[in-house]
């Protein structure tokens, strides 16, 4: 594990003859400079990148547990100060009087809220800058979008809103990560605009759909689910995308920008280490040549292995 590594270096690393594979968390800029230096080596790089991880709240949902989602948003979205690459960075409703009740709320809870550390010095004016860029976009500012003096490395948290017309006008720069204690509720005009919003969401980690728990958002749901589930690796429902557990059907990747793989997982296994792992093939090899594994005698007598279809452990 390698600290303060500077940029060149990085670059260097990923591309240099005696490394294999390189995987990479990060964001979508320092991202693709190592794709791009790597696949310029014929080097193979894994890149997991910039997430918003959309959570779509139909409106009977927040008819029938407002204040239970407005919680945990804002508990998944502030957890760890916003620097979760499953934070829940926007959320996506009908506007109407409980999706304004639900980001008074959400605004609320936010103010309510310690603001934690951020884990760069430069942290607080990166996300004063993605909250400016935000506002020429015709984002709202509902709470935060300041600099606060230490200690420590801190930012007020922020919540954002904004039309759904707005949004579809400038949708790429509103999808820009913000990766701390800063969120964006995006506000449709109508049913055919949440679809059109879901449908210019660019890739993601994760999408997450809270419905009616007796089916009334169902008719909704089977629009918007199919839209949401093109865009990301993992796809939830009624619950928040923080929180991850390490299985073997965990799947941690997508879409691109979310990474420039989404054939592959960075977490869960085995699939995480088939991205480290190379095919061998062996043709016409005398059995002294081979490796052991593949040689005429089981080198344990336990070794399971593949021969003419079956699998078996027996001596060939």
Known sequence: MLYHMSQEDGLTLVSHPLVGATAFVGSRAAGLRLKQAAEGAGKPIYVEMSSINPVVVLPHALEERLPQIVNEFCTSALSGTGQFCTNPGVVIMLAGPLSERFVEQAANAFQATPPGLLLQKDAP???????????????????????????GYRFENTLLSVSGDHFLQQSSDLQEEAFGNVSLVILATNRAQLLEIVENLEGNLTGTIYSHSAGLDDPLYEEVEPLLQAKVGRLLNDKMPTGVTVSPAMMHGGPFPASGHPGFTAVGLPASLLRFAARRCYENIPNRHLPEELQEKNPTGRTWRLVDGEWTQRDL
């Open 125 to 151: 004016i990166r996300l004063a800058r993605t909250v400016t860029s935000m506002q020429q976009c015709h984002a709202r500012v509902i709470t935060g979008g300041h600099l606060l003096k230490g200690p």
